[in-house]
């Protein structure tokens, strides 16, 4: 194995001897995955047993909490419980539909009722939708509509998508940020909303800086990767916008900067804390034929 | 290897990992916690957690 040289690096620490399922911290305590079931690790803490839950799809998996509701991604179901030990509610279920990393959000409605976000990741290239669940009311509703590749081409109908890769929420203003892909006919597009998703303002559209799998944000700006691949031979960047420019009406293009990548394609965006100041986000690379497999960091500098 | 810099952002290539030549993902994030990060090898379904290490 080559380590490129840096004042960073990663250091292989456990290798198969414990390495959990999956994972997911919130502030000190982490929640794993081991043998199909639950545990929780506080600092200083043996890790606590909680409940069975097994994994259908390892990737793709995603736990948020608000409170002590707690959702789960898991294969194609979504799952909600009261704290970790269950029991565990499925909330929505179609084979035909999962999420890639991130593609829930927990907010709160006007009535300061629990609403969970989450968009959907199919590979039929049918529709897709931004669904909200209502933990009160036990309701489901469909905030948003991606028609179909085949609705576009033929009917004209818009907006459309071929998948949704990603939503997230920028904890600085609270906006979602949703994106979609794959072509430049406009199914790639980056989108957000002020409103919990029932309005969404697009950002840009109609090329490959505006595929992307994943955001990160800072306090005055938003940072996407890309998600064109080596078939397509498409330059790579991590995008970023300052959130002084975003549009209050669809766009075809809003000024970025572009940071410019050797390896391939990014993949998922994931958060590392590296001491108490600054955050380092990493994301893995696809391993493209051409352009080789590897993880890159990027580290956001407080602004 | 710092690839890039500008203003408020690095970009670090840190590791590099054998290419086999897979169109989608080979090292899938599967979460992280603080300075650590749980990979799976997309192929082997093997997993490792990485500690962030700064020099």
Excluded at chain 1, 194 to 210: P, V
Excluded at chain 1, 266 to 290: A, F, P, Q
Excluded at chain 2, 26 to 44: A, F, R, S, V, W
């Amino acid at each position: 194995m080559d380590w490129q040289v840096g004042p960073y690096y990663l250091r292989k620490c456990c290798y198969e001897l414990f390495a959990p399922q999956f994972m997911q911290a919130f502030d000190d305590t982490l929640v794993f995955w081991y043998h199909n079931t639950i545990f929780v690790k506080l600092p200083h803490k043996l890790p606590k047993r909680m409940c069975k839950m097994p994994i259908q799809y390892d990737e793709g998996m995603e736990l948020v909490r608000q409170g002590n509701l707690y959702a789960l991604r898991n294969g194609y179901k979504i799952f909600i419980s009261q704290g970790l030990n269950g029991p565990w509610k499925v909330v929505f279920s179609n084979p035909a539909s999962t999420g890639i990393r991130h593609s829930m959000v927990w907010t709160r409605n006007e009535k300061e009722e629990d609403e969970l976000l989450f968009s959907e990741y199919t590979t039929s290239w049918g529709r897709h939708h931004i669904y909200s669940y209502n933990v009160q009311h036990d309701y489901l509703d469909t905030l948003q509509t991606f028609y179909s590749q085949a609705e576009h081409d033929s009917l004209g109908l818009e907006p459309f998508a071929r998948h949704t890769h990603v939503m997230m929420r920028d904890p600085y203003s609270g906006y979602i940020f949703i994106g979609n892909g794959d072509g430049n006919d406009g199914s790639s597009a980056i989108y957000y909303s002020k409103d919990n998703c029932r309005s969404l303002i697009r950002i840009g559209a109609f090329e490959q800086c505006y595929r992307t799998l994943s955001f990160f944000f800072t306090e005055k700006s938003v940072f996407w990767n890309n998600d064109a691949t080596g078939s397509t031979d498409e330059p790579q960047y991590i995008c970023r916008l300052s959130k002084v420019n975003l549009p209050d009406c669809n766009q075809v293009a809003s000024p970025i900067t572009k940071f410019p990548l050797v390896h391939a394609a990014h993949w998922v965006t994931e958060e590392l804390k590296l001491g108490d100041n600054g955050r380092v986000i990493c994301m893995s690379t696809n391993g493209e034929v051409y352009r080789g497999g590897g993880v890159t960091i990027a580290f956001a500098h407080t602004e | 290897m710092i690839i890039n810099s500008e203003d408020n952002l690095e970009i670090y290539e840190l590791l590099s990992l054998p290419n086999r030549g897979g169109r989608f993902h080979q090292y899938y994030p599967l979460g992280t916690y603080k300075d650590k990060i749980l990979l799976m090898d997309n192929e082997t379904q093997k997993r490792a957690i990485y500690k962030l290490i700064k020099e």
